[in-house]
C-alpha cells in the first residue's frame, strides 16, 4: 500500500495548550505507525477511520491489532509515527485527544466493590460530568446493556461478560466520539453481544466513529463499514466487503476466505 506523508504539527497557537494537527476530515489519522518489542509488532503502519464510519481491524494472533490500538489509545509510546484524533495531535497532547475517545479492552478492569450505577457516576465525576446529566446517560446505558435490573448489585459477583458491559458502560458515559474497542464481544453469550452490537450500531447512527478488532469475521461483515486486514504489523488489505471480493477476484466469497487467503498470501511473501 502506498505509504503517506507524515501530518506535521500546525505552527499555529491553539488555545489551552491543545496541539491541533493540519485540518484533516477524518476521526482517526495514523501515519507511519511503528513499534518493537522482541520483534517488529507494528510496521509503518497508515490508516484512516471517517467520521461516524464503524472500522473492524481483523487479522490473526500477532499481527499488531491491539498493539495498534494501545498506540492509539495512548496507551503505548510508538517508536515513530504520528496519530491524530479528530485533528488533534494525540502523541503531542494525549489528554485532549483522551477526552473525545474511549477505550474498552477485552480485559474489563473495573472497581469490584461498586455497583455498575455507582461506577458509573464515579467515571462520570472523573470527567467532570455533573450528576444532572450523568444518571440519565448511566440509567440509559445500563438499559441499553441490559445490566439495569444489576444496577445496585456489586461488580465482584459478575460474570466476565457482564463485567465487560459495565466497562463499555463506563467508557461512553462521557459521550465520546471516538470508540476503540479491542476485542468487545470475547466472553459474552448471544443476548449480551446482541446488546453490545446494538448500542454500537446506535451510537454510529448517531454520528460516532467505532473501531473495532475482532476474531469473529462474522461481527466484521455485517456491522462493519469498512474492515482492514492486518498481518505482521502491516496493512494488508482494506475496504468493504464489496471492495475486498473485488480486490481479490471473488465477487461471492464470504470474509472468512478472503481473510484465509490473503493472511496466507502474506505469510508466503514474508
Known amino acids: ?6 501530518i506535521k504539527v500546525a505552527s499555529d497557537a491553539k488555545p ?4 491541533v494537527m493540519k485540518p484533516d476530515s477524518s476521526a482517526l489519522s495514523v501515519r507511519g505507525l511503528t513499534k518493537s518489542f522482541d520483534r517488529l509488532a507494528v510496521n509503518s503502519l497508515d490508516l484512516t477511520i471517517h467520521a461516524g464510519e464503524f472500522y473492524a481491524l481483523v487479522g490473526p494472533n500477532g499481527a499488531g491489532k491491539t498493539t495498534t490500538l494501545r498506540m492509539v489509545a495512548g496507551l503505548l509510546r510508538p517508536d515513530a509515527g504520528a496519530v491524530s484524533i ?10 485532549a485527544a483522551k477526552q473525545v475517545m474511549a477505550w474498552v479492552s477485552d480485559e474489563p478492569m473495573i472497581y469490584d466493590k461498586l455497583t455498575p450505577l455507582e461506577y458509573l457516576e464515579f467515571v462520570a465525576g472523573l470527567w ?31 460474570s466476565k461478560g ?27 453469550d448471544a443476548v449480551s453481544a446482541r446488546h453490545v452490537k446494538g ?61 484465509i487467503a490473503l493472511v496466507t498470501l502474506e505469510a508466503a511473501a514474508a
Open 199 to 259: 448500542l454500537l450500531a446506535e451510537r454510529v447512527r448517531a454520528g460516532c466513529t467505532v473501531i473495532m478488532t475482532t476474531h469473529i469475521l462474522e461481527v466484521a461483515e455485517r456491522m462493519a463499514d469498512r474492515i482492514g486486514v492486518i498481518a505482521a504489523g502491516s496493512l494488508v488489505a482494506e475496504g468493504t466487503l464489496a471492495e475486498l471480493r473485488q480486490q481479490n477476484g471473488h465477487t461471492d466469497t464470504s470474509l472468512e476466505d478472503l481473510f
Open 1 to 6: 500500500m502506498p505509504k503517506h506523508l507524515q
Open 162 to 188: 457482564m463485567r465487560q458491559k459495565v466497562a463499555l458502560a463506563g467508557a461512553l458515559v462521557h459521550a465520546p466520539r471516538l470508540i476503540i474497542l479491542d476485542e468487545p464481544l470475547t466472553g459474552l
Open 128 to 158: 467532570g460530568i455533573a450528576p444532572a446529566v450523568s444518571e440519565p446517560s448511566a440509567q440509559e446505558l445500563l438499559g441499553s446493556l441490559g445490566l439495569a435490573p444489576h444496577r445496585h448489585e456489586r461488580c465482584e459477583g459478575f
Open 86 to 95: 479528530f485533528g488533534v495531535d494525540a502523541l503531542a497532547d494525549p489528554v
Open 16 to 19: 489551552y495548550g491543545v496541539a
